[in-house]
T-cell receptor, first 112, second 114 residues
Framework: EAAVTQSPRSKVAVTGGKVTLSCHQT?????MYWYRQDTGHGLRLIHY???????EKGDIPDGYKASRPSQENFSLILELASLSQTAVYFC???????????FGEGTRLSVL | AQSVTQPDARVTVSEGASLQLRCKYS??????LFWYVQYPRQGLQLLLK??????VVQGVNSFEAEFSKSNSSFHLQKASVHWSDSAVYFCALRVNTGNYKYVFGAGTRLKVIA
C-alpha cells in the first residue's frame, strides 16, 4: 500500500537549536515535497525534489534546508530553529505528471 | 502569478443539507485541480481531481466538483452532508514550471450541525 511516513510525529525544540524532520515514501515516486501549515494560510511549499540528490526551493525556503539522499527519503532541516517556525509540517510524494500528491500524517513542531 | 483562493474560511451547514465550497484559481496554462480533505490531526486525503474532459468530476464519499474555465473556478459540492463530513477542505492547483508544484488555498473549515 502506498505510504508516506513522517518522523517524528511531534517535536519540541529550543530556539537556536537544530531540527531535522524526516520523510520516507514507499511509492516509488519521483517527486517529494515539504509544506508547512499555519492557520489561515493553508499549505505553503518550502522545498521540493524531483530526483535524488537534488532539491528545489519552494515559495518559503528561508530558514530551511532540504536533503534528498535517495528516492525514498527527503529531510527538512532547520539549522537554527526560531519561534516563527512553530507549525505543522507535511511531507508529500507524487509521481509527477498527472498524479495527485500523497501526504504523510504531519509533524507538529513547537519551537520554544 | 498562480494562486488559489478559497473565499470562505468557515462554513456551517445542517446535516442533510446541500453543500458548496468555493474555489477560484489564477493560472495562465491548463489547470489541473484537486480537492483534499483534512480530518483533525491527520494528513490530507484526496477527494477528487480534474485534468480535462467532463467539467463535473465525481469523487469519494459522494463529493463532486465542477470546473468552469470562464469563471476560473472549481467548486466542491455534495447533495446531502453528514456530520462526519466536518473537516477542513483544501483546493489545490498543479503548476508546471518545467517540473511540478502544487499550490494550495487557505482551506475552508466545514462544520455540520444537527
Amino acid at each position: 500500500e502506498a505510504a508516506v511516513t513522517q518522523s517524528p510525529r511531534s517535536k519540541v525544540a529550543v530556539t537556536g537549536g537544530k531540527v531535522t524532520l524526516s520523510c520516507h515514501q514507499t511509492n516509488n515516486h519521483d517527486y517529494m515535497y515539504w509544506y508547512r501549515q499555519d492557520t489561515g494560510h493553508g499549505l505553503r511549499l518550502i522545498h521540493y525534489s524531483y530526483v535524488a540528490d537534488s532539491t528545489e526551493k519552494g515559495d518559503i525556503p528561508d530558514g530551511y534546508k532540504a536533503s534528498r539522499p535517495s528516492q525514498e527519503n527527503f529531510s527538512l532541516i532547520l539549522e537554527l530553529a526560531s519561534l516563527s517556525q512553530t507549525a505543522v509540517y507535511f511531507c508529500a510524494s507524487s509521481e509527477g505528471g498527472n498524479q495527485a500528491p500523497l501526504f504523510g500524517e504531519g509533524t507538529r513542531l513547537s519551537v520554544l | 502569478a498562480q494562486s488559489v483562493t478559497q473565499p470562505d474560511a468557515r462554513v456551517t451547514v445542517s446535516e442533510g443539507a446541500s453543500l458548496q465550497l468555493r474555489c477560484k484559481y489564477s493560472y495562465s496554462a491548463t489547470p489541473y485541480l484537486f480537492w483534499y480533505v483534512q480530518y483533525p490531526r491527520q494528513g490530507l486525503q484526496l477527494l477528487l481531481k480534474y485534468y480535462s474532459g467532463d467539467p463535473v468530476v465525481q469523487g469519494v464519499n459522494s463529493f463532486e466538483a465542477e470546473f468552469s474555465k470562464s469563471n476560473s473556478s472549481f467548486h466542491l459540492q455534495k447533495a446531502s452532508v453528514h456530520w462526519s463530513d466536518s473537516a477542513v477542505y483544501f483546493c489545490a492547483l498543479r503548476v508546471n514550471t518545467g517540473n511540478y508544484k502544487y499550490v494550495f488555498g487557505a482551506g475552508t473549515r466545514l462544520k455540520v450541525i444537527a
